[in-house]
């Protein structure tokens, strides 16, 4: 079956950097668009980033462009989120997201496949 793990949360100071890694399996990677979510205590699971099948066309929340990126390895089956310029309100567990189509992966209602999500937290 298809799974979705995450890894490289953790603990930061605002300013610093985290890579976050998510390794799929189960899944004929390079036909899926990949993407990132994130929820923040309280608050609904919101997009962050999204990817293409073949890492050309990459996109993101206002929220974190210029500061989040997101990329692709498909010989490696996983997808990235590098974070720089953290901000405590970046604080949430973030989740990668698989969508089985070419389409865009920007909405709940689009994912196919959930990580169980790993925490960042980010301190003032």
């Known amino acids: 079956q298809v799974q979705l793990v995450e890894s490289g949360g953790g603990l930061v100071q605002a300013g610093a950097s985290l890579r976050l890694s998510c390794a799929a399996s189960?899944?004929?990677?390079?036909?899926?668009?990949m993407g990132w979510f994130r929820q923040a205590p309280g608050k609904e699971r919101a997009f962050v980033a999204g990817i293409s099948r073949l890492g050309i066309s990459k996109y993101y929340a206002d929220s974190v462009k210029g500061r989040f990126t997101i990329s692709r390895d498909n010989a490696k089956n996983t997808v990235y989120l590098q974070m720089n310029s953290l901000k405590p309100e970046d604080t949430a567990i973030y989740y990668c997201?698989?969508?089985?189509?070419?389409?865009?992966?920007?909405?709940?209602?689009?994912?196919?496949?959930w990580g169980q999500g790993t925490q960042v937290t980010v301190s003032s």
């Open positions: 997201a698989a969508r089985p189509s070419t389409s865009d992966l920007r909405s709940l209602t689009d994912v196919g496949w």
């Open positions: 189960g899944l004929t990677f390079s036909m899926y668009t």
